[in-house]
């Protein structure tokens, strides 16, 4: 026996799905966005529109539905929730989301702004914003992202910023510990593939 078909038996589950007329799932560009769920309800215009990590419980949609429909939704116990929610998943189509997340417009933006330094010796990367050329990368001091970072009124979170950058398929993972004639310790770089900027460059000259 599916124990699926017993939760769905509940009249409640029933009426709150038979109320949906329509869910999307909204995905952002990269794994680590939040994913948007857009639930249509048959006789309203406006949608409720409700973060995936939101859903683990029904608080949060019971008062973004109160809010929506001047209605509170029925109380649901944990396992009336999850077989709601199992029964909105399966009819759910799932797009990719217009709007950019938080995190990717920012690394984006950093981006731009990595794109535009000038190459540099190895032995100015501690002292002087740019890139050092090595091994097929364009290697930017960690310290020169989170200058350039902050300068754009950004908050620098270095470990988030990486992973969106390498998500997006702009930057090596990890950073790479570099020595640098003169100084004791290795300098840590953010390494960028030259190929990105190749691109960058082929699609300006085709525009």
């Known amino acids: 026996m599916d124990p699926g078909n017993n939760w769905y038996r509940n009249p409640q589950i029933d009426a709150l799905l038979e109320a949906v007329e329509s869910v999307t799932i909204y995905e ?5 966005d939040p994913k948007l769920w857009e639930i249509c309800f048959k006789g309203l215009n406006t949608p409720l529109k409700i973060d995936s990590e939101q859903l683990d419980s029904a608080g949060p949609f019971r008062r973004k539905f109160l809010k929506l429909t001047d209605t509170p939704a029925p109380p649901l116990r944990a396992s009336d929730w999850f077989a709601f929610i199992a029964g ?14 938080d995190n990717v417009y920012i690394a984006e933006t ?14 100015s990367a501690t002292t002087h914003k740019g890139y050092v050329p090595i091994d097929g990368y364009r290697c930017v001091h960690h310290h020169t992202v989170k200058e350039l970072t902050e300068g754009l009124g950004f908050k620098f979170t270095g470990r988030i910023l990486s992973d969106t950058l390498t998500q997006l398929g702009y930057k090596e993972e990890g950073t790479k510990q570099i020595r640098v ?4 310790n290795p300098v840590r770089f953010w390494r960028f593939p030259e190929a990105v900027f190749v691109f960058d460059c082929e699609s300006e000259s085709n525009a």
């Open 110 to 123: 950093v981006m731009e702004a990595i794109r535009a330094q000038n190459i540099i010796k190895l032995e």
């Open 181 to 184: 004639k003169g100084l004791k």
């Open 28 to 32: 952002g560009r990269i794994r680590d």
């Open 88 to 101: 909105l998943s399966e009819r759910a189509d799932h797009k990719k989301s217009l709007e950019e997340s």
